[in-house]
């Protein structure tokens, strides 16, 4: 699955925006519905009991293609793409410019992003060459570099791994949580991994042509994090 979202200053005619970008990409997307999604804060006032908090309400408003597992979210926030098949990562990125261009097309609107990310989650199957085999065996130079000491030098298991990092002079973060579990594919010993990478910036744009430019930037920075060694 891979996920693009891009979170801005809150746009007050969220409805009538919604309303032209669901005839507009009729189309590509032909299900429109509404959803609503609370948000939630944790009130620690009191440390010794914490309480949980609704914020607030949100219309969000979904444009869908069910065949094709694809979706797209507007809200007042923030617009997300959802392909849940993927296929290509122009068609991604051209849906989703097709998107943020179109809601911010009308001049009276100011484009204002707060947090731009692109989300890919990853399944591989490789066949274990070693039960012995660790964590540098299978992941890219890139990759390896930014990791913490104690993923070095250690075998892979089942277990659950997160980890977080900037990379200052791409003026990004990547948030990685991975896991790995032994198994057979085809007669033979394999490991199958979920790699679920999340790039983010939260860099300012002038304008959405400008944030898109950035949005390739980061596919080729989860390129580099995502390349597994066979």
Known sequence: MVLARLDFAQLFAIDSIAAKCQSEFSKEFP?????????????????????????ELNNVYCLSNSPQKKKAKISANCVILEHHTYTSFDQFHNEFTRLVEYIFSDTKLVFQPK??????????????????????????????????????????????????????????????????????AEGKVSRR??????????????????????????NDIDRKSTRLNS
């Not at 509404?34 to 914020?55: C, F, H, Q, W």
């Open 193 to 218: 991994f979920i790699l679920d990478i999340d790039v983010y910036t939260t860099d300012t744009y002038e304008n959405p042509q400008a944030c898109m430019a950035g949005f390739l930037r980061m």
């Open 115 to 184: 947090r731009l990310g692109l989300r890919k989650l990853n399944s591989f199957v490789l066949p274990e060459e070693s039960s012995l085999e660790n964590f540098e065996g299978y992941f890219s130079p890139y990759l390896l570099a930014h990791l913490k000491a104690p993923f070095l030098n250690t075998t892979l298991s089942a277990d659950n791994h997160q980890m977080s990092f900037q990379l200052a002079e791409d003026r990004v973060g990547i948030n990685i949580q991975f896991s790995s579990e032994k198994g057979f």
């Open 31 to 55: 299900e429109p519905s509404t959803e609503s999604e609370t948000g939630y804060d944790i009130d620690m006032s009191n440390a010794l009991d914490p309480k949980v908090r609704i914020r």
